[in-house]
C-alpha cells in the first residue's frame, strides 16, 4: 500500500465522500450485491447523531481523500449462521485498485473483529458478483456451506 494511504475508522466529516466515491463507482466496477447498502448503511448510522463512529466502519484516505472503504455490521444469530459480523460494503476507487487497499481495510476489519472477541465474519454475495466473490477468497474466506434459494411470488 502507498505511504500516503492510512485506513482509519469513519469520521463524522467523511459521510460526502463516501457518497462521492460510491457515485463514482459505475459499471462492471460496481458490486450488484453491495450496491444498495452503502446509503443505508450511512442512513441508519446518522454519524452527525453520533457520539462514537459506527462500528464496523473504516475508510482509506490518501492524502485526505477517501479512497476506499468497509461496513460491517454485528450480526445476531440467524439464517442458520453463529453469531458475528457480516460485510456489508467495500469498495475501492478505481484508480487506486490492485494497491493493497482493499486488503488493508478487511485487516483492519479483522482486527476489530478479533478485539471485540467475533469468531466469524460472513459476507453475502450475488452470484454475478465473481470479482468480488474472487477478493474474498483471496482475503481468505471460503464459499459457505449454506445455500440460499430465491423464488418469485
Known amino acids: 500500500m502507498n505511504q500516503n494511504t492510512t485506513i482509519r475508522r469513519l469520521r463524522h466529516d467523511d459521510a460526502d465522500a463516501?457518497?462521492?466515491l460510491d457515485k463514482q463507482i459505475l459499471g462492471q466496477d460496481r458490486s450488484h450485491t453491495w450496491d444498495q447498502y452503502v446509503e443505508r448503511f450511512l442512513a441508519v448510522s446518522n454519524l452527525d447523531s453520533l457520539i462514537l463512529p459506527p462500528w464496523g466502519a473504516h475508510v482509506a484516505d490518501h492524502d485526505g481523500r477517501i479512497v476506499g472503504f468497509i461496513f460491517a455490521e454485528r450480526q445476531s444469530r440467524g439464517y442458520g449462521l453463529p453469531p458475528g459480523a457480516r460485510?456489508?460494503?467495500i469498495a475501492v476507487h478505481p484508480d487506486y485498485r490492485r494497491s493493497g487497499i482493499a486488503a488493508q481495510l478487511m485487516e483492519r476489519l479483522c482486527e476489530e473483529c478479533r478485539g471485540e472477541g467475533i469468531e466469524e465474519l460472513y459476507?453475502?454475495?450475488r452470484s454475478e458478483d465473481e470479482r468480488d466473490q474472487d477478493f474474498l477468497r483471496s482475503?481468505?474466506?471460503d464459499d459457505a456451506s449454506i445455500k440460499v434459494f430465491?423464488?418469485?411470488p
Open 18 to 20: 463516501v457518497r462521492e
Open 87 to 89: 460485510i456489508v460494503a
Open 123 to 125: 459476507s453475502v454475495l
Open 139 to 141: 482475503a481468505g474466506f
Open 150 to 152: 430465491v423464488r418469485k
